[in-house]
């Protein structure tokens, strides 16, 4: 079992400023063989001391500082701890199996308060997923005010979108009805102004154009992700966002398209690619068209080459067997 830590952990401010002893017990609490996958786990102050090598009384000064910073949450009484940031480095609703985990987990926890948290963690993360949820919770005693409070969310939401879409229906018919009525005054009239069907064509394209620059879904990058790679987690939503940011949406979605194109399905290999265009200076898409293009010659002609240097090798060591009999 593999419990990932981030790259920048020793250049985050945070880490900076604390002290040997600090860091060793924070990595502890991340990576120590009792965390589970949901991040809520009874820290067996034993075992602690035993592998930290310290003082229980140190441990829980500690543990007493990382809950004033908000990283953690302890309670004494179960002896169970809750790292408030696990959710960010580790991916706790991408496979079934990991929710199915979760769901064991929850059932042992002791503290309600830290299973109420927890709730409100996952709500957020499965927000476009609601299914989610309710497997990671089924048959997890949940406090009723949460859950009543979430039914009536979703009765406000599924309430709102029917309206919307009532609305949209009746604006809809009433275009139709007005284009039915004004359907056939499209002859040109003698002021020189086109007539109506020019009109619309011309309305059609421009909104066709404003939709390709400015997709409706603000979220197209995340959704491309999610339907050609993963469900993103909390971390990898950071970086799109960012990397859409620095590069811009279409050359974020074309960075996408070439990874599934080979078949490299991870967020390493895609900002590879926009990391490579961004040392190029790369801005547009038809610049990045043409940096791989360029990309795939030089890997032809790399292939070709050491096609054409195996083949003399080759020969040459059949000259070399023929001079060698000679002798």
């Avoid at 949940?142 to 979430?150: G, N, Y």
Wanted: net charge negative; hydrophobic share 30%; aromatic share 10%.
């Amino acid at each position: 079992m593999y419990r990932p830590v981030d790259i920048e952990f020793w250049q985050d401010e945070f880490i900076l400023e604390l002290s040997s002893e600090q860091k060793l017990t924070y990595i502890f609490l991340l990576t120590n063989r009792r965390t589970t996958q949901c991040g809520i786990y009874n820290i067996g102050l034993t075992i602690a001391q035993l592998e930290l090598q310290f003082s229980e009384e140190k441990i829980m000064n500690h543990l007493k500082f990382f809950q004033e910073k908000g990283k953690l949450f302890y309670n004494h009484k179960n002896k169970e701890v809750m790292l408030l940031n696990w959710y960010k480095y580790n991916n706790t609703h991408n496979h079934k199996n990991i929710r199915i985990c979760i769901n064991k987990e929850l059932k042992r926890i002791k503290t309600t308060e830290f299973i109420s948290t927890f709730y409100e963690i996952c709500k957020g993360i499965c927000r476009e997923e609601p299914e989610f949820l309710e497997e990671i919770f089924k048959d997890v005693e949940v406090p009723d005010e949460l859950l009543e409070r979430e039914r009536e969310m979703q009765r406000e939401a599924k309430e709102t979108k029917e309206a919307k879409e009532v609305k949209e229906e009746a604006a809809t018919g009433e275009f139709v009805k007005a284009n039915q009525e004004g359907g056939h005054k499209g002859s040109n009239k003698e002021d020189g102004k086109e007539n109506n069907g020019e009109n619309h064509k011309e309305n059609s394209e421009e909104i066709s154009k404003e939709n390709i620059d400015k997709p409706q879904n603000k979220n197209v990058v995340l959704q491309c992700f999610k339907n050609n790679f993963h469900l993103p987690s909390p971390i990898e939503i950071q970086k799109l966002n960012q990397w859409v940011e620095d590069m811009g949406e279409a050359l974020v979605l074309k960075a996408l398209e070439e990874a599934v194109g080979v078949n490299k399905r991870n967020l390493n290999y895609v900002s590879g690619i926009l990391n490579n265009w961004l040392s190029e200076g790369i801005t547009t898409l038809k610049e990045a068209e043409e940096a791989i293009k360029r990309y795939k010659e030089l890997k032809k002609a790399a292939i070709g080459k050491k096609e054409d240097n195996s083949g003399t090798r080759f020969y040459s060591k059949n000259l070399a067997e023929v001079d060698y009999e000679k002798e």
